[in-house]
């Protein structure tokens, strides 16, 4: 699955990905590859990001907000106030705050 995450900055990322855990306003939930389409509104938590691997993400400056998890080096996590989730396709869009 695709995962792009925009706040109004910029593009905090962009790759795919095996699994998103998001925290959702009527609760926490997470999605899988092939996942029913989606739309949901996003209440401030964090956002866990499942990666394959880190060697191909590079946590640089514009990234900074993504931090990896301290137990598991595949697992990147970002700290949101609320947000938008659209999942389509595979392809999944976190409009971020």
């Known amino acids: 699955m695709y995962l792009e995450i925009v706040t109004p900055e910029a593009i905090l990322f962009?790759?795919?990905v095996d699994s998103i855990f998001v925290p959702g306003v009527n609760?926490?939930?997470q999605m899988l590859?092939?996942?029913a389409p989606i739309v949901s509104n996003l209440k401030e938590g964090t956002v866990k990001i499942h990666i394959h691997s880190?060697?191909?993400?590079e946590?640089?400056?514009l990234h900074g907000k993504l931090v990896p998890h301290e137990d598991d080096d595949k697992v990147l996590t970002l700290a949101?106030?609320?947000?938008t989730l659209e999942l389509n396709d595979n392809k999944?869009?976190?409009l971020a705050d």
Do not use: R
């Open 80 to 83: 949101i106030n609320s947000g």
């Open 33 to 35: 590859n092939n996942h």
């Open 14 to 16: 962009s790759s795919e």
């Open 54 to 57: 880190q060697s191909s993400i």
């Open 59 to 61: 946590l640089d400056d």
């Open 92 to 94: 999944a869009i976190i």
């Open 27 to 29: 609760g926490e939930f």
